[in-house]
């Protein structure tokens, strides 16, 4: 089966910029997922889908980050502002079903904040 | 919410023997318990994981070991190659604590030939 598809693979902007990252996610997978990796640090989430609604979206900066996911299949984030501390990889991964249920994860967009 | 920490931080070991990671979480009501191996530019990839039911599972070289008691559970991995040599992360599925994964801050395994 073809993996979760993310583009771009790198992004550098300029703080105050803005910029957004696409996910299509596993076919048939439910649930879309997008994590922050920070350098040397685990994946931690902003935002979880279940078809194309949000379940959780607490951890989401929302004064400059927002997601949606169309027609319960792709997905976009987006950062506008953008601010240096934003610099990280950002993770889209799906899963079958929601809950404790593997996760799958794309290549990620590293994202360079100067 | 959930807290897992894993340790070490960094290990190297000569190819053909035996690297042990472990990790402890706080959320007693945590169930589920993957690995993921993350090469450089690469996403994490599943390499084994555990439900809370069982204490141990076994893939080939690969091998998870789960305490509920203790709340804590390893990874194990035997007769090292080069190509083990990646980022490893564990994570803990919490369900009292947001029904979310929780990440360990990853473990920079190099296998030295």
């Known amino acids: 089966e073809a993996g979760v598809a993310q583009s771009p693979r790198y992004k550098i902007i300029e703080k105050r910029q803005s910029v957004a990252f696409w996910c299509n996610p596993i076919s048939g997978h439910a649930t879309l997922y997008w994590y922050q990796q920070i350098l040397g640090q685990g994946p931690k989430l902003l935002i979880q889908f279940q078809n194309n609604g949000v379940v959780d979206d607490s951890q989401l900066p929302k004064d400059r980050f927002s997601a949606e996911r169309l027609k319960g299949v792709d997905s976009t984030l987006k950062i506008q502002p953008a601010k240096l501390e934003d610099s990280a990889v950002y993770l889209c991964?799906?899963?079958?079903?929601?809950?404790?249920?593997?996760?799958?994860f794309g290549n990620g967009t590293r994202l360079t904040v100067t | 919410g959930e807290n897992v920490e894993q340790h070490p931080s960094t290990l190297s070991v000569q190819e053909g023997d035996s690297a042990v990671i472990k990790c402890t979480y706080s959320d007693s009501a945590s169930n589920y318990f993957p690995w993921y191996k993350q090469e450089l530019g690469k996403g994490p990839q599943l390499i084994i994981d555990i439900r809370s039911n069982v204490g141990e599972k076994k893939d080939q070289r690969i091998a998870v070991t789960l305490n509920k008691t203790a709340k804590h559970f390893s990874l194990h991995i035997t007769e090292t190659q080069p190509e083990d040599s990646a980022v490893y992360f564990c994570?803990?599925?919490?369900?009292?604590?947001?029904?979310?994964?929780?990440f360990g801050t990853g473990t920079s395994l190099t296998v030295i030939p």
């Open positions: 994570a803990a599925y919490a369900t009292n604590t947001g029904n979310q994964f929780y």
């Open positions: 991964a799906s899963s079958l079903v929601l809950g404790a249920s593997p996760l799958h």
